[in-house]
């Protein structure tokens, strides 16, 4: 019994368990499939430079050009679950193509190329359509839990997912450790399966339908300011991450391993952001969260331009910024993902969603392209220099809205908060 209380209260309630253990399963196979499909073009194909950037663009590009049509897609119908499902077994069976190819020795960089496409547009019609399911299984008062232990879960999918996908590579080879990860497909639409929450009614085909989302995202003012953070962190960010890798090998000196051990330490710090997001909220309240969360996310990476002196410091030092770092996206991410499913309308829930991550999205490839011009032209160290600097300024957007003073997350229609 003391065992059973321990249990977070979402995860008694077994339609919400089915739900989270379906996504815990599918997020843990997405990082099967982030290595296993990068290492089957290099090492089974031989893909070059070239290769390898288009196949990240067409993993990247549905998420900027499908984002806004799916999720006004999305609104318009009865059971969105049920079209989470759909993208699951679509994603398994795309999957599942490429062993089959390799087997019958017929794999190709355009097929992979497809299939990462593919791939990409069925997760963001998974997506869109969730943040509607997500509304339906969890009253307002829990948004935060539940997002901590979604969010944990992806932690432990950073943390494990990796080293897991590459021993299947290395015993399977990278073709057929995917299937895997079709396997957790399958399983998350099972789970999806068996639960049947009552979901908000299909949005009206009315004039400006496709656009109402981008509208509202503009005009309602702590969202338009949270985008505009957002955004910035973006930028800024891929900046960032464009050059790193680049930065600690060649002027640091640091080797794989020990950079793969700094990155494992953001996994750490991730998990454990999730852990203390409930707490934090409680303690200083939704808006207050979000300013500490933004600010934890950008200013540890400061350390990485600034550090210097033998190896022992420099590892000691990019461990630090990672883990802080980490610790820091998670309780934003969580925040900002509570935030929004309270604010948003149902009615209008995917569009909105579309329209804000198809903004976002599109300060990516602009950040990424702005760090290899400015890396080339004034060496990598000034660059991230203005990265990380720029990155922390996003706050600014967030003081003159009403987040920083929100206490409470802003109950819909017909809640109350609950008493006891």
């Known amino acids: 019994m003391a065992l059973l209380e321990r249990v977070p209260a979402l995860l ?71 079209a ?53 299984l969890v009253p307002t008062e829990r948004y935060v839990q539940a997002n901590a232990l979604v969010n944990g879960s992806r932690s432990m999918a950073w943390l494990a997912g990796p080293g897991v996908g590459g021993l299947l590579v290395q015993f399977l080879t990278a073709p057929f ?39 509202w995202v503009v005009r309602e003012r702590s969202m338009r300011a949270l985008f505009a953070a957002s955004g910035t962190v973006q930028f800024f960010n891929l900046m960032f991450h464009t050059l790193f890798v680049l930065y600690a090998t060649t002027e640091l000196g640091i080797g794989a391993g020990l950079l793969g051990l700094v990155l494992a330490a953001g996994a750490v710090g991730g998990l454990l952001g999730a852990a203390w997001s409930g707490a934090v909220v409680r303690r200083i309240g939704i808006g207050g969260s979000l300013v500490a969360g933004f600010l934890g996310f950008t200013l540890p990476l400061i350390l990485v331009p600034l550090a210097d002196g033998p190896l022992p410091l420099l590892v000691g030092v990019l461990f630090v910024a990672e883990f802080l770092s980490c610790v820091g996206v998670m309780i934003v991410d969580i925040a900002a993902g509570s935030f929004q499913m309270a604010a948003i309308p149902d009615a209008v829930r995917a569009r909105v969603m579309g329209a804000y991550r198809t903004l976002n999205h599109g300060f990516r490839p602009l950040g990424a392209l702005a760090g290899g011009l400015l890396g080339t032209a004034i060496g990598l160290r000034p660059t991230l220099w203005i990265a990380t600097v720029g990155a922390a300024l996003a706050v600014l957007w967030l003081l003159p809205s009403p987040l920083p003073r929100m206490r409470e997350l802003p109950l819909k229609e017909g809640e109350s908060v609950p008493v006891g």
Request: proline share 5%; glycine share 6%.
């Open 177 to 215: 450790a995917l299937v895997a990860d079709a396997v957790t497909y399958l399983v998350s639409a099972g789970y999806l399966a068996r639960i049947k929450p009552v979901e908000p009614a299909p949005a009206p085909v009315v004039k400006g339908h496709f656009t109402e989302g981008l509208r």
């Open 84 to 136: 989470m499902i759909a993208a699951d077994i679509g994603r398994a069976a795309l999957v599942l193509t490429l062993p089959v190819a390799y087997a019958l020795d017929a794999l190709t960089l355009a097929q992979l190329y497809a299939v990462a496409f593919g791939i990409g547009a069925l997760t963001v019609l998974f997506e869109v359509c969730n943040v509607t399911l997500f509304v339906a």
């Open 12 to 82: 008694r309630e077994r339609t919400f368990r089915r739900y989270w253990t379906g996504q815990t399963i599918s997020l843990a196979g997405d990082q099967i499939s982030l290595i296993a499909i990068p290492l089957a073009a290099v090492l089974v194909l031989g893909a070059d430079a070239t290769a390898m950037g288009l196949l990240k663009t067409a993993e990247l590009l549905p998420a900027l050009l499908l984002n806004l049509p799916l999720g006004a897609w999305a609104d318009r119908q009865a059971s969105r679950r049920r």
